[in-house]
């Protein structure tokens, strides 16, 4: 403990100077406008958006995992509920700082949400990921005044889970339905974004509780029998988003030229072996070390599949706009792009620092 506190002061001043540039890159963002970003014609999705899909669907994947005891009655998780929920929250937030900043300005999320477009499923996404973030926010306010099996809170609960469990299949529907890019389209990506947020919620939950037991000796070791059910529940997410993304990659071979032998593919598909083989042994799955590296490699691998997606999708120009370009457009974000991540990237640790700090996360109902 005495580390911890020791440790506590210039972990704030980091995040806090991550939390500052964040707030230099928007002002300049806003003032500058998107070309900041190394986008263009064709490639117009860049590095921010790939963080919110990552953050957005691992936020939906921990509101997942949360609703287990209210809504299925898994009463071991309760011990857990409370972190859930607020990392789910921190998790959004970080979410949002990515797409307000992708988009150039927060008004024009506000602009998307006061103008519904009812065809729409990037106006869905958005709409159901913010009653998620309002209904998780109301489910923890109950929580930390000991409501916890009242019917409004079981209907928090199920209401957060719903949005949730939605707003990532319409995530996935915005990609499924651009016809001209065979990368993105069908409905399989929609059923794969709802995989991987469960399997992100997972490992990023687990990954949480080893580090903060191992850095600050908080996180109490009555949630260890929780962990070690969500560890087995783990090493079968990895086994199931595996066979889904052979899938996808075996499906869009059908009309594009085969990707799964390109280097890139390969290396994803080792990000996602290395940790299901490490949780296929029983030993492993039981040691403390084993249990923060596989999540860890697993959380990296998903935001490199995130990326290979929505990048891959656009680098190979079609319709009058390829006029002039190579066939193969290459990308590498640029600074700014980057300096959005750190962003949110601090905002969320900053936000998981001060509600581990305040919040008794390790409450649990007696």
Request: charged fraction near 10%; include cysteine; charge should be positive.
């Amino acid at each position: 403990m005495n580390s911890a506190k020791k440790l506590f002061v210039p972990w704030m001043a980091v995040l806090l100077a991550g939390v500052g540039i964040g707030l230099f890159t928007a002002i300049v963002l806003l003032m500058k406008g998107h070309y900041l970003f190394n986008a263009n014609d064709v490639l117009i999705w860049t590095l921010p958006l790939g963080g919110y899909v990552f953050f957005a669907l691992t936020s939906t994947g921990l509101a997942l995992v949360a609703s287990l005891p209210s809504v299925f009655g898994l009463t071991q998780f309760e011990v857990l509920a409370k972190r859930l929920v607020f990392l789910a929250i921190s998790t959004l937030v970080a979410a949002f700082i990515c797409i307000g900043l992708e988009l150039g300005s927060l008004t024009h999320m506000i602009y998307i949400m006061l103008s519904p477009n009812l065809s729409s499923p990037i106006w869905y996404m958005g709409a159901l990921y913010s009653l998620e973030l309002l209904f998780l926010v109301i489910k923890l306010w109950q929580m930390h005044m000991g409501d916890w099996h009242s019917i409004a809170s079981r209907w928090l609960g199920s209401a957060s889970m719903l949005c949730g469990v939605f707003a990532a299949l319409m995530l996935g529907s915005v990609f499924g339905l651009t016809e001209a890019r065979p990368t993105y389209f069908g409905p399989f990506i929609a059923i794969f974004s709802l995989i991987i947020a469960m399997l992100s919620g997972i490992a990023a939950i687990i990954l949480y509780m080893n580090v903060c037991r191992w850095v600050s000796g908080a996180c109490s070791k009555q949630a260890d029998a929780a962990v070690n059910s969500l560890t087995r529940m783990f090493g079968f997410m990895l086994g199931l988003s595996l066979i889904f993304y052979v899938l996808k990659l075996a499906l869009a071979s059908a009309y594009t030229r085969p990707e799964f032998a390109t280097a890139i593919n390969f290396n994803l598909v080792l990000f996602l072996l290395i940790p299901y083989a490490m949780m296929l042994s029983k030993r492993l799955r039981q040691m403390a070390w084993a249990k923060t590296v596989a999540p860890a490699i697993t959380l990296v691998g998903i935001f490199a599949v995130h990326m290979q997606i929505l990048i891959g999708g656009q680098i190979r120009p079609v319709g009058p706009k390829a006029e002039g370009l190579p066939q193969v457009l290459s990308y590498f974000p640029s600074i700014w792009e980057i300096l959005v991540i750190v962003a949110a990237v601090s905002t969320m640790l900053l936000l998981y620092t001060l509600g581990e700090r305040w919040l008794k996360l390790d409450a649990a109902p007696e």
